[in-house]
């Protein structure tokens, strides 16, 4: 009896050591990967911001905007996939789930948006897509706050 | 124990230094000690560098592998390791000074600096040697050749072999193992350094720490690593030769009756 | 005045040359992450390293002997190799980031990918290497690198809240969101990116390539007390500026153009141009360090010529491991490992390899066999003393709060 439930123990023991993303045991680790997956979107879509603000107001060159909306916009999939892979352990998680791959969702298109306007040098398109991560980073700061 | 600062301690001092040409070309390390029995006495007459001396500082499979290395660099059949006559040496200060001759030896003794340059560097563009004829290199005819290498005679033993030995005393009690060799100081007046005749031991049960050289210099600092290192060494004894028998076939070192 | 403008030239490449792709990219996380509470560690690690630079360049100056001749003298040829095998895979690991470091410097000034750079900028590395004289490479690399003196311009045009910045450096608290083995951990990388090894094996061998003697103590002593500190300043600028733009919008870093951020909202585009040559100059100056100290600390324990003072064909085997060590880090880069990633990793090592340096060093610069009059006397002894402690603290404690905070997370 005790060596069947043994290893799996030993296995949920040792792979949260490895920093692998897990089948959350409970709803509280559960969170903690929503939190996770929430900052790491927040952090994509600031740096995001502020280089759009910096194309803007004419401080930052195309090239080097290009490269950062386009770098955080790259971070997104991988947040989803890693948080979306992982099953919520029980039914009343599942709202939690889709709020968060919602925000993170509406994050990167706004992020796609911005650098589609980047590279056509489209400005208005670019001031468009600013106000839109404006309104997906409220919405992520609002979820974050919410799960404490 | 009285330590006397006329001592000149052969793994500090002379083992693991640089070799240096008289105009600061670098030949390679101090890597082993060539030690024959002159007079009844112990006596470093030759510096062994190469992977043929440092092999024996290991032991075990490392020296295997390290040999093996060196002989697939080797033309000749049988090779034989780069000696240098003590005598060739011209001053032992932070690193060793050879003469003339002893340098050419160990130029040209290098294969593996060799093998590279031709196989390797010489191949990429740009690849400057300047004037002088690099070490190893065939001679042109108005050339001289390097004097032979000392071929290590009968009997002689590498100081690698002391240096890690045995120590019993007269009733076959472990005393712990060499922790280094100590000689009359270099330079006594002689124009060369020639051979250094052996006068003590140096043992102690602790191996790490011993050439860090604070059982020699009293004085040395800082405060913080001396006295902790004191501390660990301080069973390390002195014993003068006379009073010592050396068995090099079983590689033990055993304290005769009247030895501290 | 020749000596002047010697005297000057050799603190300003000093200056430049100070930060490396470790320090940027430490010292840009750390001030988006906990503000100016760990700057404290900057100004210890700063003091550490030019405490053990100068006794290193003293022993290189007076006994003409590199620090890794010295440590197989001294420590013997077994523990000597295992010195040297942990030594050279912390510098390979820095090496390879460095690398890492220039080919993100470039993506972010062409856009091209990174991966296309990697390659060329290691072939870079090595011809210049190669080709260029040594006293060359350390002027233009050092000069050009102040131009990250930009941080420092963007910082005061950026205008903060002064009297808040000053008082979480010198009143340091770990932040709400923080917990404090994170912190303790975060602090030991940022004091690793300030006193590299491979910095102090390079300083020793630099002395002797340029054929240093007991004359040149004083502008050796120049350059130490001088330009590492103000170095250390430009690496306080660059966490004060993530401090200052990146910490309320909540970005964590994770790239090189998110650092240049602040200094493109204060300075613009001009700003950006001059910060893009100095993250090339720091990155790829270093990147020719790290190489260079590979090879002289392999070259220094077999005994082998070494040095770029000679022709090539008199260094065959030295310039071999410079080409095998280039190689290898373009291929470890090429395994599509995260060079920010790889840069964090390597600071935290090279804490881990401190005292293996640092001890030999504090022994030697104690011997009066080499250093005659000039060896440590009490001052330089009682700070080496400390740094010790303090060296091995951090080399103990590396480990078990890199696993307890899953390396920062």
């Known amino acids: 009896m005790r060596s069947r439930h043994a290893l799996p123990a030993v296995l949920l023991a040792v792979l949260p050591l490895t920093g692998c993303v897990t089948t959350a045991v409970d709803s509280g680790a559960y969170v903690e990967n929503g939190k996770a997956a929430l900052d790491s979107t927040i952090s994509a879509t600031a740096s995001a911001q502020l280089a759009v603000q910096a194309r803007l107001s004419g401080d930052a060159p195309r090239m080097f905007t290009d490269v950062l909306v386009t770098e955080s916009e790259g971070s997104i999939a991988p947040i989803e996939s890693s948080f979306g892979g992982v099953d919520p352990p029980n039914p009343s998680d599942d709202a939690l789930r889709d709020a968060v791959l919602d925000a993170v969702g509406t994050a990167g298109d706004a992020l796609s948006d911005a650098r589609v306007a980047i590279r056509r040098d489209d400005m208005t398109a670019l001031a468009a897509a600013g106000t839109d991560l404006q309104k997906a980073q409220s919405a992520l700061k609002s979820l974050r706050e919410s799960l404490g | 124990m009285t330590y006397d600062d006329e001592l000149f301690d052969i793994g500090l001092r002379l083992l693991d230094r640089q070799l240096v040409g008289n105009e600061d070309e670098l030949l390679g390390n101090v890597d082993n000690l060539l030690l024959e029995t002159v007079d009844d006495q112990p006596t470093v007459t030759a510096i062994v560098s190469g992977p043929a001396g440092l092999g024996p500082r290991f032991g075990g499979r490392v020296d295997g592998w390290m040999r093996a290395i060196w002989r697939r660099l080797r033309p000749e059949a049988d090779p034989t390791p780069i000696v240098i006559a003590m005598a060739h040496v011209e001053r032992i200060e932070a690193a060793v000074t050879l003469d003339d001759a002893a340098q050419q030896l160990v130029a040209d003794g290098g294969q593996l600096e060799r093998w590279l340059r031709h196989y390797l560097i010489a191949r990429i563009p740009g690849a400057t040697g300047g004037p002088d004829r690099l070490a190893g290199e065939p001679l042109g005819p108005k050339g001289r050749a390097s004097p032979p290498s000392t071929p290590i005679p009968r009997g002689a033993h590498l100081v690698s072999d002391l240096i890690g030995a045995q120590v019993c005393d007269s009733t076959g009690n472990d005393l712990g193992v060499v922790l280094d060799v100590c000689s009359a100081p270099p330079h006594h007046g002689r124009h060369r350094v020639g051979p250094l005749p052996l006068t003590h031991l140096l043992y102690g049960r602790r191996r790490l720490g011993a050439e860090l050289g604070y059982v020699a210099q009293r004085q040395q600092g800082p405060w913080l690593v001396a006295a902790p290192l004191r501390a660990w060494q301080r069973a390390d004894r002195l014993v003068p030769l006379e009073d010592v028998t050396l068995n090099w076939n079983r590689r033990t070192v055993t304290l005769g009756p009247d030895a501290a | ?409």
């Open chain 3, 1 to 409: 005045m020749k000596k002047a403008f010697a005297l000057m030239l050799g603190v300003l490449t000093a200056i430049g040359g100070f930060v490396d792709i470790g320090d940027l990219v430490t010292n840009g996380l750390v001030g988006a992450r906990f503000g100016m509470s760990l700057a404290w560690v900057v100004v210890v690690g700063v003091v550490g390293i030019c405490v053990f630079a100068e006794m290193s360049g003293r022993v290189a100056a007076v006994s003409g002997r590199a620090t890794f001749d010295l440590i197989r003298e001294r420590l013997g040829p077994r523990v000597g190799v295992a010195n040297l095998v942990a030594s050279m895979l912390v510098t390979f690991l820095t090496f390879a980031a460095e690398i890492g470091g220039v080919a993100l410097a470039l993506q972010l000034a062409t856009s091209v990918n990174r991966y296309l750079w990697i390659p060329v900028v290691g072939a870079a590395v090595w011809l210049v290497l190669w080709r260029v004289k040594f006293a060359t490479v350390e002027n233009a690399f050092g000069l050009a690198g102040l131009a990250l003196i930009v941080f420092a311009v963007a910082v005061w045009k950026l205008s903060p809240d002064w009297s808040a910045l000053w008082s979480d450096a010198l009143r340091p608290s770990v932040p709400e969101e923080e917990s404090l083995p994170v912190y303790w951990y975060y602090a030991i990388a940022l004091f690793g990116a300030a006193m590299t090894p491979y910095e102090v094996f390079f300083f020793s061998s630099g002395g002797v390539e340029e054929r240093w003697s007991a004359k040149n103590l004083a502008t050796m002593r120049a350059n130490v007390f001088v330009g590492f500190p103000l170095g250390g300043l430009l690496s306080l600028a660059i966490a004060a500026a993530a401090t200052i733009v990146l910490m309320p919008a909540k970005v964590e870093v994770d790239s090189l153009g998110q650092i240049a951020l602040p200094v493109v909202q204060a300075t613009g585009k001009i700003g950006l141009a001059f910060l893009l040559v100095g993250f090339f100059a720091a990155t790829f100056g270093a990147a020719c360090e790290t190489s260079l100290s590979i090879g002289y600390s392999v070259a220094q324990y077999f005994g082998w010529q070494w040095g770029k003072f000679v022709e090539p064909l008199r260094a065959a085997r030295f310039h071999t491991v410079l080409l095998l060590a280039t190689v290898g880090a373009i291929a470890l880069l090429l395994t599509t490992v995260d060079p920010i990633m790889l840069t964090e990793y390597s600071v935290v090592f090279s804490a881990i390899a401190l005292p293996l340096t640092y001890l030999p060093i504090l022994i030697v610069a104690n011997d009066r066999t080499y250093l005659g009059d000039h060896a440590n006397g009490r001052v330089a002894n009682a700070l080496g003393s400390v740094y010790l402690v303090v060296v091995l603290a951090a080399s103990v404690a590396a480990i078990p709060l890199m696993l307890f905070t899953k390396a920062g997370q």
